[in-house]
């Protein structure tokens, strides 16, 4: 019986030793290499930004009304050759206008004081001789000069009012609005008839809100863009701030004054404006979308002799796409920008070129 049992076990074994030599070796390496895209760390700048909107404003802007009654005259420009019109540019104390009233102008009576002016003129030069000389007294002296000076104060109010009767540029820039009259038409006094701009420099008014006051300060440098022309963006910088918070906005006032000198912006548009509070120089400076978050810690993926290497990153400024890396990094190490979003710590990567 013994017998019949050990070589019933012999033969088991004999098949299952005839099976397995006829089976395939299964012990095959299925290691897959995860392909990903990287880049070089490296050092550069970045700022931090508190964005806001709101509407610029020309920094010289100036409406001209009448300061006397008159015949309206709308005068040519020299380098068109026609009358003034919108958009024209026009030169500090350039006459744009011209009211008529041949009543008002003689009532100034400009040739009379004019040749009034010169005969003082003349008197005091004589008893200023006749004093030197002994035969007029000092009395006689200062009378004539007195006389002489109202006649110059005569003549000047002559001229202030003679200027009335024109509309000068007051600065150089150009017109913004220009009323429409009939030449001949006549005009009352405090009469809008034009508006003349420089928005070579341009302030944008703004509110912002409480939280940030403290990061707030005059001179620091504002990105400003318009909506409608987004590859423009200008620099301008914060020249004022309200020492006040409004109590239902919670907000706060600041104006920024954009240059324009190539007119890229003009008055009235609605921009986007960055206000840089803080910058680095020279700080390691990722994308924001390769870190990944799992509660308070922050990691990202490098590249070591083909395997990818978990990192956890501590961060400091961060602008619209970009992040600053304080720890965690090195200079040249390859960061993982694609294909990290199924890595594993020492998982095998391919990197791709």
């Known amino acids: 019986m013994k017998n019949r049992k050990l070589l019933i076990t012999i033969l088991i074994s ?7 030599c006829k089976q395939p070796d299964m012990s095959v390496n299925t290691t897959i290499e995860v392909p990903v895209g990287v880049i070089e760390v490296n050092t550069s700048s970045i700022e931090e930004f508190i964005n806001t909107t709101g509407t610029v ?53 400009i040739k009379s004081r004019e040749v009034d002016l010169e005969i003082s003129r003349q008197e005091y030069e004589k ?50 609005e220009l009323p429409y009259f009939t030449n001949g038409t006549k005009v009352n006094a405090n009469t809008m008839l034009v508006k003349a701009i420089d928005y070579s420099n341009l302030y944008l008014e703004t509110n912002l809100p409480e939280k940030y006051y403290g990061n707030v300060d005059k001179g620091l440098k504002v990105y400003v863009t318009s909506y409608t022309s987004t590859n423009d963006t200008l620099i301008g910088e914060i020249t ?11 907000t706060f006032k600041c104006l920024v004054n954009v240059n324009n000198q190539e007119k890229r912006i003009l008055p009235g548009m609605f921009v986007k404006a960055d206000l840089v509070i803080n910058s680095s120089e020279n700080t390691i400076v990722i994308p924001k979308d390769v870190i990944i978050s799992k509660g308070r810690i922050k990691y990202v993926f490098v590249v070591e002799r083909g395997v990818a290497d978990f ?20 200079v040249g190490e390859s960061l ?11 998982s095998r990567v391919k990197v791709l070129r």
Do not use: H, W
């Open 57 to 109: 404003f020309p920094v010289k802007e100036v409406s001209l009304s009448s300061e006397m009654a008159g015949e309206y005259s709308l005068l040519v420009n020299p380098a068109t050759g026609k009358p003034y019109v919108l958009g024209d540019k026009v030169a500090s104390g350039t006459v744009i206008i011209k009211l008529e009233d041949q009543e008002y102008y003689n009532n100034l009576r």
């Open 127 to 176: 008893q200023q001789s006749l004093y030197e000389k002994g035969g007029a007294t000092m009395r006689e002296l200062k009378n004539a000069e007195i006389g002489l000076i109202n006649s110059e104060y005569d003549r000047e109010s002559s001229q202030i009012n003679l200027a009335k009767m024109s509309v000068r540029a007051p600065f150089s820039g150009v017109i913004s």
């Open 311 to 330: 990192r956890v990153i501590t961060t400091g400024l961060e602008s619209v796409n970009r992040v600053e890396v304080l720890s965690g990094l090195e």
């Open 336 to 346: 993982v920008i694609k294909g990290f979003e199924t890595l594993r710590d020492d």
């Open 240 to 250: 004022q701030i309200s020492p006040a918070i409004d109590p239902e906005a919670r």
């Open 14 to 20: 004999a098949v299952f030793a005839a099976y397995s």
